[in-house]
């Protein structure tokens, strides 16, 4: 098993950045493919980008080129770097963790509340 705890959301002015830490407890920290997901108030929660057990990375169209996704498995932590911050941005956002060969992301952190004033 694997718990997650995310950290670093704040409020924001558009067009700046922040950087989102999820840290994750356990073991076998780099066995499992981490996702970052978000969901703002009276939406469906979307998916914003990935990262595999050996660094792949994927991103959503509304994000990509603005939102870099990273991994220290000595740390046992992934980052979402955001730069170039909408208010369209404004959600909270969350980690995830999926055992690789599964489809399934199985663990889920609490999430962190990004706000982007325009």
């Known amino acids: 098993q694997v718990q997650l705890v995310e950290s670093g959301g704040g409020l924001v002015q558009a067009g700046g950045s922040l950087r989102l830490s999820c840290a994750a407890s356990?073991?076998?920290?780099?066995?499992?493919?981490m996702g970052w997901f978000r969901q703002a108030p009276g939406k469906e929660r979307q998916f914003v980008g990935s990262?595999?057990?050996?660094?792949?990375?994927a991103y959503a169209d509304y994000v990509k080129g603005r939102f870099t996704i990273s991994r220290d498995n000595a740390k046992n932590t992934v980052y979402l770097q955001m730069h170039n911050l909408k208010p369209e941005d404004t959600a909270v956002y969350y980690c995830?963790?999926?055992?690789?060969?599964?489809?399934?992301?199985?663990?889920w952190g609490q999430g962190t509340q990004v706000t982007v004033s325009s």
């Open positions: 990262i595999t057990s050996i660094g792949n990375t």
């Open positions: 356990g073991r076998s920290f780099s066995r499992y493919d």
């Open positions: 995830a963790a999926r055992e690789v060969g599964r489809l399934e992301y199985g663990y």
